[in-house]
């Protein structure tokens, strides 16, 4: 997971607003958000397994690690729902402190 820590971490420092979502992430008076794909993938280092914490009724939760190394757990639909999602974006795109 070595090699995907630094792949996370220059993907961060590419993206400018990458900062700022993280910052409204972890306010916890911040109201729920859209997120985009791209910052989706870059803090779950693409969805993987080692990012999994868990599954539930709604899919798959998995923990997020933001450029300062600070984490946050995300709810994630299944597979399917979520190839749907990057055509057609939804409140599951969402995040709350």
């Not at 979520?82 to 599951?92: D, I, Q």
């Amino acid at each position: 997971m070595e090699g995907s820590t630094s792949k996370h971490d220059s993907l961060v420092q590419k993206h400018v607003d990458f900062g700022i979502l993280e910052n409204n992430i972890q306010d916890p008076t911040a109201t729920p958000m859209y997120l985009p794909m791209e910052f989706l993938k870059t803090i779950t280092c693409d969805f993987s397994k080692e990012q999994e914490l868990g599954r539930g009724g709604y899919g798959v939760v998995y923990k997020g690690v933001f450029g300062s190394k600070a984490s946050r757990g995300l709810a994630w639909p299944g597979k399917d729902s979520r190839l749907e999602l990057e055509k057609n974006p939804s409140p599951w795109g969402r995040a709350s402190p």
